[in-house]
């Protein structure tokens, strides 16, 4: 078993309190990182004071953008216990992005082992209010310093931690939607399917204009046809229509959350019928002129489910469930917060303690 140090900051912060914690703005104490050299590989996994760290002005990343990285929650339980959700899934995701940016496999144990050293050190950092967590943020980038382009053989990783306060302040309020027919998130073949900032810097654009023309968020077309649905924002999307929950088959350029997995999950458990496939966005608006789409919600690690109140496209609009959250998104939200703070037992196994 690889060692990883520990260098312990000489006084410790503290959570802020009393006041409402931004989203990824407040860090802890310390953070895990770790180094690859080609001949060498993964070396000198450490824990150390979060801290600024040295960059040249040609490190690879910079320019050419080759990065991923992870986001999870820690949570902390009435009882006073803390507990990660579904650790080893997020682990393993990293490594397929890791696969698709070119970036060198990581030992997923190691990664295990190390996050949940890091979490157990700055388990008072992980807030106990209701909706609160603590954010996780592992990623990776290109840090070798020239500007051809070529494989790296530099590479930095770090996880670094941030408390993070209630998503819903005061309850859900539905969201409007641009389904967008100008811009493309990706494509197959693409890095679609990777978490990867590429995925986010070309989002901007288009949820700039979005924002412009009053919508909350934009519903990603696919790049070919323009017409099957991919996913919303950065979340994946999901329609209940006639009892059956639909969202789209992961085919190579959509994004496989853990909380669609989750939700999936809990849908059969439920004995709800639960479809991967691809889904036009025609058959939304049919299934809608029929009076047969009952709800449409996003869902991520931030937001957990993200009803959506009304979907724009092409100066089309049509209005979901009144604009109103609908009863089977306010359950599989209250189910998955109740299981992540510790209200619902825990029968899927999703929650890990964080010990010592
Ligand atoms: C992270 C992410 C999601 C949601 O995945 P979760 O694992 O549920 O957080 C969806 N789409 C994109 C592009 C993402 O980066």
């Not at 490190?59 to 050419?64: E, T």
């Not at 810097?201 to 924002?211: E, K, R």
């Amino acid at each position: 078993m690889t060692e990883i140090a520990l260098t312990k900051v000489a006084k410790a912060g503290s959570l802020p309190a009393g006041q409402e914690l931004v989203f990824g703005k407040n860090f802890t104490d310390h953070m895990f990182a770790m180094n690859y050299l080609t001949g060498k590989g993964w070396y000198n996994p450490r824990i150390v004071p979060y801290a600024d760290f040295p960059a040249n002005p040609a490190m690879i990343v910079l320019h050419y953008g080759q990065a991923i990285f992870e986001g999870m929650k820690a949570f902390r339980s009435a009882d006073n216990r803390a507990w990660v959700f579904r650790p080893y899934d997020y682990l393993s995701r990293f490594n397929r992005s890791a696969k698709l940016l070119n970036i060198p496999q990581m030992d997923v144990e190691l990664n295990h082992t190390a996050l949940l050293k890091l979490l157990a050190l700055e388990k008072d950092w992980i807030p106990g209010k209701p909706g609160t967590s603590l954010y996780i943020r592992p990623f990776v980038f290109a840090d070798e310093s020239q500007l051809g382009v070529k494989v790296a053989d530099s590479y930095k990783m770090f996880i670094i931690l941030s408390p993070v306060g209630a998503y819903y302040k005061i309850g859900f309020k539905p969201i409007s939607i641009k389904v967008e027919d100008k811009y493309v998130r990706a494509t197959i073949g693409g890095l679609g399917e990777a978490k990867t900032p590429a995925n986010y810097a070309m989002s901007l654009a288009a949820q700039q204009d979005a924002y412009a023309e009053g919508f909350g968020q934009v519903l990603w077309l696919d790049a070919v046809h323009r017409k099957y649905i991919e996913e919303v924002g950065t979340m994946n999307i999901l329609f209940k229509i006639k009892g059956e929950v639909i969202t789209p088959a992961l085919n190579g350029s959509i994004l496989g959350g853990m909380t669609r997995k989750t939700v999936l999950e809990l849908c059969r458990s439920w004995g709800v019928k639960a479809t991967e496939r691809q889904i036009s966005i025609e058959e939304v608006f049919d299934a809608h002129a029929k009076g047969e789409l009952e709800e449409v919600f996003g869902s991520g690690t931030a937001a957990v489910i993200s009803p959506v109140g009304e979907l724009t496209w092409k100066g089309q609009k049509i209005v979901i469930n009144n604009n109103q959250t609908g009863a089977f998104s306010q359950k599989l939200f209250d189910y998955v917060t109740g299981v992540q703070s510790g209200k619902i037992a825990d029968q899927f196994n999703w929650m890990e303690e964080i010990k010592g």
